[in-house]
């Protein structure tokens, strides 16, 4: 008897999905609110130790958002250098 051949079937073509780099929005939304949750930690227990003086406390939160504006800086100064690479 003859054997029926087999149909091959054609092997599909895989669609290569490039890593899709998340939005600007996205990302500031991500570290803008990284940021806001450790910072207001940082307040609060701040205002905790220093509910006595007022002067102290505000020399705190002064220095809490010197040092929040600098890693929000430092984030998006990597985000444009990871923007600019091919990863």
Known sequence: MKEKKRKR???????????????F???ARSELDEVKIVG????????I????TLGWFFVTVIIVI???????YAAFKDWIRFLRSDY
């Not at 079937?9 to 939005?23: G, M, V």
């Not at 040092?67 to 929000?72: E, G, H, K, T, V």
């Open 25 to 27: 929005s996205e990302f």
């Open 49 to 52: 130790f220093n509910y006595d």
């Open 66 to 72: 010197v040092i929040s504006f600098f890693i929000l």
């Open 9 to 23: 079937k054609k092997p599909r073509k895989r669609e290569d999905k490039k890593l899709q780099k998340p939005t």
């Open 40 to 47: 207001g930690f940082f307040i609060v227990l701040s205002f």
